[in-house]
């Protein structure tokens, strides 16, 4: 089978329940906004494929739970992100206080080089911010991450951030760096199964190389 | 926003808006280019197959009464309790609460717990208005005075707000929920250890049934409880079809949450050649998903036949628990 794309990147969207990253991956992947979302429970993915420079890149967002307690599920799969936004919802303090808890999360669960980005998102709700734009920018600085002010409701900044999140991925890749993105090892879980992984099939050879599709996640 | 089944409608093909106040997602003029044209065709298809058997059912029950006789009682809420018994049988056994403790709720467990009320079935039209989401949210809060370990957890919002829909009595909504979710209170604490308990329970079982599906995990490096976490947290509610819920929940309400073992194992022994067939996480959880939507899913009345004769009882999954509880 042909494939229809370059590359495969695979992002990550976390931050506080109820910032907005199910509705900011749904504007991206299938252009919509209304309100009938419900909460994630778990994690879920969309696809979009997109040209960059030339480049056809296969983006696979990921979309987890923001309920803190989910984290004891959905952490064992941010090994194999290559690229992070982390999302606060600018009229919740809480939430923009709380990214420097996720941050700490990535750290300790993500790959060591993956690209991060911070998001703050329903700037169509002016009158009720509460977190400045500076405060938002000096927090991106503090960790050394691009940040964009975005609105899912209004479709403001969302392709831009993608595309600059991807763009960046795609920029470390071809200068040879990142080559460990995505090879985070295991998640330890079948340890004593490993017998019957071998006997599974040896569809997993691959997976170490960078853009293929086994990249485990 | 499911486009390939009717999630929550379990009304008449023809009607608009059923029972328990859930909109049709389609029109009833559909042309075939719409996106809801197979969706509304399995449905109405599904519906007829499945109106004598609901009509069947309920003239036995207002016939024969088999409340009085155990066996009896267990064989007819397996072939589903008609809807007109569901409240009275749902609350059978349930006692009332009791005293409130007086532990207080923390300020954040109801900003959670609001957070989620209008992203609670956005499409019933009974949750539409401020006043019925506050039921809800005191139903959830009522909860979290009950049981302080869970305070509030994501999913418990589908559970209490689809109880207070069918038993429309805020009261022993509260106590049903209080009820059925403490002896599962730690699947939904802070750190879910109940879940991933039974999910290793689920895959021990899974070893011995459907090995496949096991050395697909491994080969994959995937846990359970990332791909049907949300089945067990919300008892299989925005998985499977609503019709199909309510009788997964006959089951389980009478006979005890061995039904969730029970259906999650036929489901995955249906559809274990597609899923050895994943070469990826992403296929995989992508093959995880299409369980919902699928023909298999929407058939209840064969579904809870099948999955009956899955041979798991309650004892043996109590006995696996004990097994991995050190574990979690
Ligand atoms: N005004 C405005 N509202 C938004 C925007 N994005 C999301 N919302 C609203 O915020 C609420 C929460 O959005 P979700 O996308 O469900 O939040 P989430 O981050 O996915 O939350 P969890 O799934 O619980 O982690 C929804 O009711 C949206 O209507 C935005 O850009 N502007
Ligand atoms: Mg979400």
Redesign the pocket.
């Known amino acids: 089978m042909a494939r229809t794309y370059d590359y495969l990147f695979k992002l990550l969207l976390i931050?506080d329940?109820?910032?907005?990253?199910?509705?900011?991956l749904f504007r991206f992947s299938d252009d919509s906004f209304n309100?009938s979302?419900i909460?994630?429970i778990g994690i879920d993915f969309k696809i979009r494929t997109i040209d960059l420079d030339g480049k056809k890149i296969k983006l696979q967002i990921w979309?987890t739970?923001?309920?803190e307690r989910f984290r004891t599920i959905t952490t064992a799969y941010y090994r194999g992100a290559m690229g992070i936004m982390l999302?606060y919802d600018i009229t919740n303090e809480k939430s923009f206080e709380n990214i420097k808890n996720w941050i700490r999360n990535i750290e300790e669960h993500a790959s060591q080089d993956v690209e991060r980005m911070i998001i703050g998102?329903?700037c169509?709700?002016e009158d009720r911010r509460v977190v400045s734009r500076d405060r938002g920018q000096q927090l991106s600085i503090e960790y050394g991450t691009k940040f964009m002010e975005?609105?899912?409701?209004l479709n403001h900044n969302i392709e831009e951030a993608f595309y600059t999140l991807a763009r960046d991925i795609k920029g470390k890749m071809e200068r040879g760096q990142g080559q460990t993105v995505g090879v985070g090892g295991t998640t330890g879980r079948y340890q004593q199964d490993s017998t019957i992984a071998a006997q599974g099939n040896n569809l997993c050879k691959n997976r170490h190389t960078f853009h293929c599709d086994f990249i485990a996640f | 926003m499911n486009e390939q089944c009717a999630l929550h409608f379990t009304g008449p093909p023809g009607s608009e808006v059923d029972d328990l106040g859930f909109r049709r997602p389609w029109d009833v003029k559909l042309d075939e280019n719409s996106t809801y044209f197979k969706a509304a065709n399995a449905y109405s298809e599904f519906w007829t197959q499945y109106l004598p058997t609901l009509v069947r059912r309920r003239k036995r029950w207002e016939k024969v009464d088999p409340r009085t006789h155990p066996l009896l009682m267990q064989r007819f809420i397996h072939k589903g309790v008609p809807s007109t018994f569901r409240k009275e049988i749902w609350l059978r056994n349930c006692p009332p609460r009791g005293e409130i403790p007086s532990t207080s709720v923390p300020n954040l467990v109801a900003e959670e717990i609001r957070l989620d009320l209008?992203?609670t079935f956005p499409d019933n039209i009974r949750l539409r208005n401020t006043k019925a989401q506050n039921t809800v949210g005191r139903i959830l809060y009522e909860l979290a005075r009950f049981v302080p370990s869970i305070g509030y957890c994501?999913g418990l919002n589908f559970i209490a707000a689809l109880l207070w829909l069918l038993l429309e009595n805020e009261e022993r909504t509260k106590d049903l929920l209080i009820f059925l979710i403490k002896p599962r209170s730690s699947w939904y604490g802070m750190d879910m250890s109940g879940l991933r308990r039974d999910m290793r329970v689920l895959y021990e079982l899974l070893r011995q049934e459907v090995p496949v599906i096991c050395s697909t995990l491994v080969r994959l490096d995937v846990g359970l409880d990332l791909l049907l976490g949300k089945w067990f947290l919300c008892w299989f509610l925005e998985v499977l079809p609503m019709e199909t819920v309510l009788r997964i929940w006959d089951c389980f309400i009478y006979e005890g949450d061995v039904w969730f073992f029970r259906v999650a194992i036929r489901l995955l022994r249906i559809n274990s050649i597609k899923i050895a067939a994943c070469k990826t996480m992403d296929q995989l959880l992508t093959t995880i998903q299409s369980i919902g939507p699928s023909k298999p899913s929407l058939k209840c009345h064969l579904l809870i036949q099948n999955a009956m004769s899955e041979k798991i009882t309650q004892d043996q999954v109590d006995a696996l628990r004990d097994r991995f509880s050190k574990e979690f």
């Open positions: 931050g329940s109820g910032v907005g990253k199910t509705c900011v309100n979302f909460s994630t979309d739970a923001g309920q999302v998102n329903k169509d709700m975005t609105s899912a409701k | 209008p992203r994501q």
